[in-house]
C-alpha cells in the first residue's frame, strides 16, 4: 500500500513571496490533515478535512494560509505572502475518517525555509 | 484548553536500560492517546495507541498504559536499543476533531 506523498521535500523563498505544497493522502482515506511543525516542537494542526470540506481550521492563520481539497483526494496547502516565522516543516496525513481512535499515517514533510 | 506535556529531552541511555518517557495530558471528554515516533531522516509513524480508560498498548517491546485517574500515558520499554535512538511523540485525538502533540522527546541510546 502506498503511503502519504508530499512535495516538494524543501523549499527556500525569500519572505513575502508565495508557496504552495501538495499532499496525495492514502487511497480511501476520507481525512486529511496539514501540521506546521517548528524545529524543536511538536506538530500543530493546522486544518482538517473530511472528504473535501473542512471540519476544523481554527489555527490556520487565514490572511496568509489557504488550503483545499478537490474532488475529495489531493489537498495543496498555500502561504502568500510568507514571513520568516513560518519555515518549519508542514506534514500532511490522512486517516480512514475522524473517529478519535484512527490513526493518522504521515507524509514526509516538506521543509520549508523562508529568507 | 487540551493540553499534552511531555518530559524535556534529550533522555540519553546505554543499551539494555529501562526506558520511561512520561506524558500527561489535560481533555474533556474522552480521548484516545497515541505514542508516535520520528526515526532519524524518516516521516512520523504510529508506536502504539490506546483508546479508553486502563487500555494498554504495545509495539516492539514499548507500552504504555492509559490511566484516566492521573490523565497519564506514560511510555516504557524494559530494554532499549541503539535502534530506538528517535524522537517520541504524544499525541491525544478527541472526538472534537482535536488532535494535539507533545513537544516530543529525544532518546538518545548508547551501544
Known amino acids: 500500500e502506498a503511503g502519504v506523498a508530499q512535495s516538494p521535500r524543501y523549499k527556500i523563498i525569500e519572505k513575502r513571496q508565495s508557496v504552495a505544497f501538495w499532499c496525495n493522502p492514502i487511497?480511501?482515506?476520507?481525512?486529511l490533515y496539514w501540521y506546521q511543525q517548528i524545529l524543536g516542537q511538536g506538530p500543530k494542526l493546522l486544518i482538517q478535512?473530511?472528504?473535501?470540506?473542512?471540519?476544523?481550521d481554527s489555527q490556520l492563520p487565514k490572511d496568509r494560509f489557504s488550503a483545499e481539497r478537490l474532488k475529495g483526494v489531493d489537498s495543496t496547502l498555500k502561504i502568500q505572502p510568507a514571513k520568516l516565522e513560518d519555515s518549519a516543516v508542514y506534514l500532511c496525513a490522512s486517516s480512514l475518517e475522524t473517529a478519535s481512535t484512527d490513526t493518522q499515517y504521515f507524509g514526509p514533510g516538506t521543509r520549508l525555509t523562508v529568507l | 484548553g487540551d493540553s499534552v506535556t511531555q518530559m524535556e529531552g534529550p533522555v540519553t541511555l546505554s543499551e539494555e536500560a529501562f526506558l520511561t518517557i512520561n506524558c500527561t495530558y489535560t481533555?474533556?471528554?474522552?480521548?484516545?492517546l497515541f505514542w508516535y515516533v520520528q526515526y532519524p531522516g524518516e516521516g512520523l509513524q504510529l508506536l502504539l495507541k490506546a483508546t479508553k480508560a486502563d487500555d494498554k498498548g504495545s509495539n516492539k517491546g514499548f507500552e504504555a498504559t492509559y490511566r484516566k485517574e492521573t490523565t497519564s500515558f506514560h511510555l516504557e520499554k524494559g530494554s532499549v536499543q541503539v535502534s530506538d535512538s528517535a524522537v517520541y511523540f504524544c499525541a491525544l485525538h478527541t472526538g472534537g476533531f482535536k488532535t494535539i502533540f507533545g513537544a516530543g522527546t529525544r532518546l538518545f541510546v548508547k551501544a
Open positions: 481533555a474533556t471528554g474522552y480521548p484516545s
Open positions: 478535512f473530511q472528504n473535501n470540506g473542512v471540519v476544523d
Open positions: 487511497s480511501g482515506h476520507a481525512t
